[in-house]
T-cell receptor, first 114, second 116 residues
């Protein structure tokens, strides 16, 4: 049981390049999330999904796109990377059932845009 | 929108001593969930403890406990018998009741140093 995994762990891009971050979970969770973490700002929600085929905008969605074609995968895309997108990106997932709905996090991806 | 405030960017504690990390939040909801996450240098986010607003009893998990003051909208984390492995960033987080996709709102974090 791997939990939540993220690919890649590190990446360096040049301004204007594109890339896709992959998140996978094996817990059969309905909900999935993408966050970015910047110094002094905590984690901020970029996009999220409440089920296969659905996506929604979070707090800081500009410059990012997402897709959830399969329940276990949630992709985060940067079409034209900018230095302001240099950050650590975390994926998380949670079950839909009521209660605490704890979010389980992946190990993060450190992205540098030059 | 809910906000979460952690007013202590850094804290330091000696090994075996007790430390309290502060967290306040702003909400108009009556039921909600609060969490403390730990982020060690490995970057992995680890859930430390959680509390439901309707439960008056403070949550405890081994050496970790909370002081939940609903009227004051305060949710502090107490770490007893601090260990070197407790050194990490600690994030307080708020979650609205079911129906909001279980989204979390995080504070800006407190970096805890543990000294010998």
């Amino acid at each position: 049981n791997a939990g939540v995994t993220q690919t890649p762990k590190f990446r360096v891009l040049k301004t204007g390049q594109s890339m896709t971050l992959l998140c996978a979970q094996d817990m059969n969770h309905e909900y999935m999330y993408w966050y970015r973490q910047d110094p002094g700002m905590g984690l901020r929600l970029i996009h999220y999904s409440v089920g296969e085929g659905t996506t929604a905008k979070g707090e800081v969605p500009d410059g990012y796109n997402v897709s959830r074609l399969k329940k276990q995968n949630f992709l985060l895309g940067l079409e034209s990377a900018a230095p302001s997108q240099t950050s650590v990106y975390f994926c998380a997932s949670s079950a839909r059932a009521g209660g605490y709905n704890e979010q389980f996090f992946g190990p993060g991806t450190r992205l540098t845009v030059l | 929108a809910q906000t979460v405030t952690q007013s202590q960017p850094e804290m330091s504690v000696q090994e075996a001593e007790t430390v309290t990390l502060s967290c306040t939040y702003d909400t108009s909801e009556s039921d909600y969930y609060l969490f403390w996450y730990k982020q060690p240098p490995s970057r992995q986010m680890i859930l430390v403890i959680r509390q439901e607003a309707y439960k008056q009893q403070n949550a405890t998990e081994n050496r970790f406990s909370v002081n939940f003051q609903k009227a004051a909208k305060s949710f502090s984390l107490k770490i007893s018998d601090s260990q070197l492995g407790d050194a990490a960033m600690y994030f307080c987080a708020y979650r609205s009741p079911t129906g909001t996709a279980s989204k979390l709102t995080f504070g800006t974090g407190t970096r805890l140093q543990v000294t010998l």
